[in-house]
């Protein structure tokens, strides 16, 4: 049975050969690695992470019975050593490729560990801007608190600036009535002038015609002075003979004092009347002349009380123009300040918001990259973990085929290269360079005795160890319908 089944690897070496390539080449990284693996010529241990399962129990050395071989008349393949040659190429290669699957792996660890500790480095920044989402609310909040203070100063300036502008339209309005005042008194001004002016020319004329009026009646004064001098020179030089039928005498200077009374008393009573109408006319003008004069003064003191009013209101107008110039100006002022206080808080709060976007997009997008980088690395333990059950089995199985058919392997060709390559491996002891990169420690070195049957290999530098091909591809083989 021994010999049939040595007959069917043999037979079936190329189709092993590429289903145990194709199946190494789907293995998972190895995590951990091996930690100790060693053999001696008088005994052969085997452990995968420092667990032996059972196998450090010492083998007997086994040796070749020439003389067993002679009855199985057995010969020499000449496509043997061609055949030998191509599975150690092909192994090679395998070897190699599980060397650079090796590689990844531990690239992929420390990728892991980096974006772990990035991971607790970002979850520690996320509580930090928790912590800072307060302060910029309180800012926002003083912002806004500002913004209600600018708000309600606006609104008070607003109702200063109604009530100024009341109280200048309601100087405006009384500069205008004591404008129409001022032209009212300023006609009622022209036309007392105007009357003042006429009234003093008309006295004027007056004191004329009264002038005039009194040198006629001093030269009718004179003339009638003059006139009844030479009547009574006459009437003293001439004799006058009337004849009376009735025998009466006249007496002619009665006659003449009583005309001369008459005369007189006509003079006199018109002298009087001339004197008393001039005399009633001059007072008349005169107290026109004085009525007039209080009323000129009284205009001129109500003219200099306008101009003085007028000055006044021009004064408080102009302070009160300024007073809204500035109004104005502060009234601009205050709400471009508020204007811009209101637009930075408002690119302050975009700039905020597309932070805090940003930072949930990146926290999202690490996340996402954690969550799948954790998912490959519970793939990849789950292809370790079964790789190394794969191992560990395939190991148990060769061991006990070992101790069960050592009588019957010692005649086989196949244990004869097995015996070849044990001689060529036993006691190679390599010096492997590691590099621990979940704990990012320096350097760490491993001594390390290959065994000829472990699924395993070691690479020092560019040479390669590698286990005879018939161990991988038996463990191919029984490993490919799990």
């Not at 030998?84 to 490729?97: G, V």
């Not at 006459?234 to 039928?245: E, G």
């Not at 954690?370 to 790789?387: F, H, R, S």
Request: hydrophobic share 35%; proline share 2%; net charge negative.
């Amino acid at each position: 049975m021994s010999l049939s089944r040595t007959k069917r690897i043999s037979s079936s070496n190329s189709v092993r050969s590429s289903s145990g390539s194709r199946r190494l080449s789907g293995f998972g990284p190895v995590q951990g690695g091996f930690s100790g693996i060693s053999l001696s010529s008088s005994s052969l241990y085997a452990g995968t992470n420092g667990h032996h399962h059972g196998l450090g129990a010492p083998l007997a050395s086994l040796s070749v019975n020439k003389s067993l071989l002679a009855p199985l008349n057995l010969e020499i393949d000449p496509n043997l050593s061609m055949s030998r040659a191509h599975e150690k190429e092909q192994i090679k290669s395998l070897n190699n490729r599980f060397a650079t699957f090796i590689d990844k792996v531990r690239y992929l660890e420390q990728q892991n560990k980096m974006l772990e500790t990035k991971l607790e480095l970002l979850q520690g920044q996320g509580v930090s801007r928790s912590n800072v989402e307060p302060l910029f609310e309180a800012y926002m909040a003083g912002l806004r608190r500002q913004m209600d203070l600018v708000n309600n100063d606006k609104t008070k300036l607003d109702g200063e600036l109604r009530n100024m502008q009341g109280l200048v339209e309601d100087y405006k309005h009384k500069y205008e009535d004591e404008i129409n005042k001022r032209n009212n008194l300023e006609n009622d001004f022209v036309i007392l002038k105007k009357d003042v002016d006429s009234a003093y020319l008309v006295k004027a004329d007056l004191e004329d015609k009264v002038g005039a009026l009194t040198d006629e009646i001093n030269f009718l004064r004179n003339a009638y002075e003059e006139e009844l001098r030479e009547l009574q020179a006459s009437i003293k030089d001439t004799s006058v003979v009337v004849q009376m039928d009735n025998s009466r005498s006249l007496n002619m200077e009665q006659i003449v004092a009583e005309v001369k009374s008459q005369y007189e008393e006509i003079a006199a009573r018109s002298r009087e009347e001339a004197e008393a109408w001039y005399k009633n006319k001059f007072d008349q003008m005169s107290v026109q002349a004085s009525q007039f004069g209080d009323e000129l003064r009284i205009v001129k003191g109500d003219i200099a009380e306008i101009n003085r009013l007028i000055s006044r209101l021009q004064s408080e107008i102009e302070a009160v123009k300024a007073q809204r110039a500035s109004l104005e100006n502060q009234l601009a002022e205050a709400e471009e300040r508020g204007e811009l206080a209101v637009k930075e808080a408002k690119a302050r709060i975009r700039d905020l918001e597309e932070a805090l976007q940003r930072s949930k997009q990146d926290m999202a997008r690490q996340l996402r990259e954690y969550q799948d980088l954790m998912n490959l690395k519970l793939a990849l333990d789950i292809e370790i973990a079964t790789y190394r059950k794969l191992l560990e089995g395939e190991e148990d199985r060769w061991l006990w085929l070992f101790h069960s058919d050592s009588t019957t392997a010692e005649s086989s060709p196949e244990y004869t290269s097995f015996q070849s390559n044990k001689n060529k491996l036993q006691g190679a002891y390599v010096q492997c360079y590691l590099h621990n990169l979940m704990f990012m420690k320096p350097e760490i070195y491993h001594d390390l005795f290959i065994h000829p049957f472990s699924s395993a290999y070691l690479i020092q530098g560019q040479q390669g160890y590698h286990t005879p091909q018939r161990a991988i591809i038996e463990t191919s083989v029984r490993t490919t319908p799990g």
